[in-house]
């Protein structure tokens, strides 16, 4: 992306990456950022990061279409709101949770693909 002239002339450039500091929160990062860019010379001398850097993405989701009256359906959003996440989000996290325990009671569990799946189960319970 690149920015209009006017707007570049404001920003101060990193040239090491020592002159980064450490943030204590994103928001903290985000403002650094808006203050500052990486050098042109640095930004060429980066390579591609090794495999294990990034975390692994999420894995592919597949849509359905699911029909609910309007009343479950506001329940569902109002809940969802509540605690601070998407209705499809926390609609995801309750067939889950659902599905864990009906095997589980039929001697059937599975265990998750991910490590992300376990995390969303306890999150759900703790919730």
Same mark, same amino acid.
């Given at each position: 992306?690149?920015?209009?002239?006017s707007?570049?002339r404001?920003?101060?450039?990193?040239?090491? /990456? +020592?002159?980064?500091?450490?943030?204590?929160?994103?928001?903290?990062?985000?403002?650094?950022? =808006?203050?500052? =860019? /990486?050098?042109?010379?640095?930004?060429?001398?980066?390579?591609?990061?090794?495999?294990?850097?990034?975390?692994p993405?999420?894995?592919?989701t597949?849509?359905?279409?699911?029909?609910?009256?309007?009343?479950?359906?506001?329940? /569902?959003? @109002?809940l @969802?709101?509540?605690?601070?996440?998407?209705?499809?989000? /926390?609609l995801? +996290?309750?067939v889950? =949770?659902?599905l864990?325990? +009906?095997?589980r009671?039929?001697g059937?569990?599975?265990?998750?693909?991910? =490590?992300?799946?376990?995390?969303?189960?306890?999150?759900?319970?703790?919730?």
């Amino acid at each position: 992306m690149t920015m209009p002239a006017s707007r570049r002339r404001t920003l101060r450039v990193v040239s090491r /990456l +020592e002159e980064i500091p450490v943030f204590s929160s994103e928001a903290e990062e985000a403002a650094f950022w =808006e203050r500052h =860019e /990486l050098s042109d010379e640095l930004l060429a001398g980066m390579g591609p990061l090794d495999e294990d850097v990034l975390p692994p993405p999420r894995p592919r989701t597949t849509p359905v279409a699911v029909r609910f009256d309007a009343s479950t359906l506001g329940r /569902l959003k @109002a809940l @969802a709101a509540r605690r601070g996440k998407g209705y499809q989000t /926390l609609l995801k +996290e309750f067939v889950v =949770e659902r599905l864990y325990e +009906e095997e589980r009671r039929e001697g059937i569990v599975r265990r998750p693909r991910r =490590e992300a799946t376990r995390r969303q189960v306890k999150r759900t319970r703790a919730g």
